[in-house]
């Protein structure tokens, strides 16, 4: 929620100046956890030694040194990227060490569990390596991974690493963005994109290896293509499947696929100090900042690696430590760089992180737990965590996904921590106390699997012919409840028959990179004649952050985005910005006129023409709907009718089936407006501080009752 983030920014800058007055230190905030920990960790205690570098954390002086994990100590190298060439960071890698003996490995078995420290080079090295080794000869060498951002930024430095344009013999795939060509032969992609490939090539055939990354991330995605692969192994005697994870669960991969084998890189870490916060942290954001200054105004050497949960946390935490920065400019003895990194950041903006501060001045990368374990930003010695995660939740109880902030796990904390002592010896600063850690942080992260929404996947599967999905081989499988649940919104949106089979519906909403009610309303608007306008909506919201708001300039911004509102619908209010961005030559000055990214708009234009690609070859016609506006809504309404909310008193909304609270998002265009139609439906339900709908379109209540006959009836008030 902008509106709040941005007052509680304001509001945070008063607070610490009436702190800094008080001169309340808050480094007595801290206790540190003692042989406790250690315990917990099951961590040998070092011998407690003076640390020179460390004079200025005097407060600190009780300090016991853990090493998280008890590699072998190594020369300090934390300034190595400065002076080596791409090939020596590339032999100074712990995976370098033992590269033969990994491939004699891998010649030997078709499937190897491969473990190693984050950062000891599996994800940039083990593909050259299979490369190297003549396997690509065969085939392309395929490495998924789970987040977009990680499959990016890795094969562009592979690219580099290879002396290669990105794109060429190294390239990458993430959905609506294919950055390859014939010529390659390291393919980096989403595991999502993997999956997709597999719908039209069940044994992946153009690969002679894949290397499923970050398995202990337990992705969705990843999840349903370990059951795949493990039989497409068997099909394929020639394919080499190699799945890699931080640390962890290796037994568990090894069982999963028949006791293969497993190898594990020796790692090569340093000690990290873990500090608890001694009290309760009502507002992390608050609470990481003045760590980051505090660490910042202390001197020690070394960046900054905070965590937040999301993207509103990140940007606020950013701007407010900016702006701390800039009042407390006088006593600062280094600049500070402040860099945020989420999925949705352009990606010119998310390379930065990775560059190195120019000499004097100190890094502070803000992240989401991007950087837990699929980037790795050299440097870092301070880590601030302030122990939450956003995850996306599905709800079988009320039927729907919903996306709020979860404690982490403790084995995430760990990883957190861990990536203050990868460089050099470093501090993690936990916002959080040491018994919130051991009695309100689940051991692990519940799999992804077992807690959302699965109707892609069921309806990919289907279409694989995977007919009983509850014997699927699932290395932890779902809850019942929540594939009979995703079956149901599938049989609802005409996806399943009644017997559970495919129907033709169903089958071409496969076709789609979409989620099942998107490609749905894509279906829908071809039959009512608005697919001109679904295809241009249903691309805005397939590239989130359209509109952007500068601080400093909110009112402006505002003000602006006001000018595209369509009252009845935010559906609407994107269309009318995209055909508008038409009107003017697809102009990028006139998006940054409007405060809307000119990278966002393009990237919709690319996505709409993949839909459309993909629409012809469905034989769907595309055809405007003129002036008939209602029809556009009605077609929002054959997709979304399982989302409605109605009305209930002034400006509140109760969802239709369950009755739950639901609110307009500030930003929406029918917030305020005065205009407040009986029923909407929405495309997602947020939680931040309440539920909140985003995307919402007026709807007419016969609408819900044609279009939903399975939920809704009208009835004749007397
Ligand atoms: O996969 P794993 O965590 O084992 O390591 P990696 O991602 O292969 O990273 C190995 C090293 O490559 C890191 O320590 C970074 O120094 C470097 N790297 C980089 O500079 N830029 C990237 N985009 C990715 C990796
Ligand atoms: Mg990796």
Redo the contacts with the bound molecule.
């Keep these: 929620d902008m509106a709040v983030c941005a007052r509680n920014g304001s509001l945070l800058v008063r607070k610490y100046r009436e702190q800094k007055e008080r001169k309340k230190s808050q480094r007595k905030d801290w206790e540190l956890a003692g042989s406790k920990l250690g315990n917990i960790l099951g961590i040998k205690k070092e011998n407690d030694k003076e640390n020179p570098d460390e004079g200025d954390e005097s407060d600190f002086k009780s300090s016991q040194r853990f090493s998280q994990h008890m590699g072998k100590k190594n020369e300090a190298t934390s300034d190595f ?1 400065k002076s080596k060439t791409l090939e020596q ?1 590339r032999q100074f ?1 712990p ?1 370098y060490a033992v590269k033969e003996e990994l491939l004699n490995i891998i010649r030997d078995n078709n499937i190897v569990v491969v473990i ?10 083990l593909a050259q390596y299979l490369h190297e080794d003549g396997y690509s000869k065969y085939g392309m060498i395929g490495c998924t991974q789970p987040r977009r951002v990680a499959a990016m ?2 094969a ?2 592979v690219s580099e690493e290879m002396g290669v344009s990105l794109g060429e013999e190294v390239g990458y795939a993430i959905r609506f963005e294919d950055v390859t060509s014939e010529k390659t032969i390291l393919k980096y992609m989403t595991d999502g994109i993997l999956l997709r490939e597999s719908l039209r090539e069940s044994d992946l055939d153009t690969y002679s290896c894949i290397i499923m ?1 970050e398995a202990h991330e337990r992705s969705l995605n990843t999840d349903v293509l370990f059951g795949l692969l493990r039989d497409v192994v068997t099909r394929r005697r020639d394919l080499k499947l190699i799945v ?1 994870s ?1 640390t962890m669960d290796a037994e568990k991969f090894c069982h999963f696929f028949g006791n293969v084998p497993n190898y594990t890189i020796p790692g090569r870490t340093f000690a990290v100090d873990i500090l608890f916060s001694k009290n309760v942290v009502e507002d992390y954001v608050e609470a990481a900042v003045k760590q980051a200054l505090q660490i910042h105004v202390q001197g020690r050497k070394g960046d900054i690696l905070c965590f937040m949960p999301g993207q509103e946390d990140i940007e606020v935490t950013c701007d407010t430590l900016t702006v701390f920065y800039l009042s407390l400019f006088w006593k600062m003895l280094l600049p500070l760089a402040v860099l945020p990194i989420y999925s949705q950041l352009p990606s010119d903006l998310q390379a930065k992180i ?1 560059q190195k501060a120019p000499d004097g001045i100190r890094k502070c990368v803000v992240a989401t737990n991007i950087a837990e ?1 699929s ?2 930003v ?1 440097g870092i010695a301070f880590v601030i965590d302030p122990g939450f995660c956003k995850l996306k939740v599905f709800n079988s109880r009320i039927g729907m996904d919903s996306l709020s902030v979860f404690p982490v796990s403790q084995a995430n904390a760990n990883q957190r921590s861990g990536r203050a002592g ?1 460089t050099e010896s470093g501090v993690a600063y936990r916002l959080y106390t040491l018994n919130q850690y051991k009695h309100e942080m689940l051991l692990a992260s519940v799999p992804e699997i077992q807690r959302t929404n699965l109707a892609n996947v069921v309806l990919l599967l289907k279409s694989l012919g995977v007919q009983d999905l509850l014997k699927f081989h699932f290395m932890d499988p779902p809850p019942q409840d929540n594939i009979l649940n995703s079956m149901y919104q599938l049989w609802i949106l005409g996806a399943l028959d009644n017997t559970g089979a495919l129907t033709s519906c169903g089958r071409s909403m496969v076709e789609f990179p979409l989620d099942p009610p998107l490609s749905k309303m894509m279906i829908v608007a071809a039959e009512m004649g608005c697919s001109a306008e679904i295809l241009i909506i249903v691309s805005m919201l397939s590239v989130p952050a359209i509109f952007y708001r500068p601080t400093g300039r909110e009112e402006e911004s505002d003000t602006k985005r006001e000018k595209f509102s369509v009252p009845e619908s935010d559906h609407m209010t994107l269309l009318n910005v995209y055909q508008q961005w038409k009107t003017n030559g697809y102009s990028a000055t006139w998006c940054n006129d409007h405060f809307i990214h000119a990278k966002a708009m393009r990237k919709v234009r690319e996505v709409r023409s993949q839909l459309k690609e993909i629409a012809d070859q469905q034989k769907m016609k595309i055809v405007s709907a003129g002036n008939e506006w209602d029809v556009i809504r009605k077609c929002i309404c054959a997709a979304y009718f399982h989302h409605a909310a109605r009305l209930k008193g002034i400006g509140e909304y109760v969802n239709v089936r369950t009755g739950m609270p639901c609110h307009l998002h500030p930003t929406s265009s029918l917030f305020g407006m005065g205009f407040t139609p009986d029923y909407v439906v929405y495309h997602e339900l947020v939680m931040t501080s309440k539920e909140y709908m985003q995307n919402v379109t007026a709807v007419e209540g016969e609408w819900l009752a044609e279009l939903g006959p399975m939920f809704y009836s009208v009835k004749e008030s007397a």
């Design positions: 990227a960071q890698l995976i190693g420290e984050t950062g000891s080079g599996k994800t940039t090295q930024s890795v562009k430095r990354d890699t931080a990775f374990t980037l790795t050299d990868r």
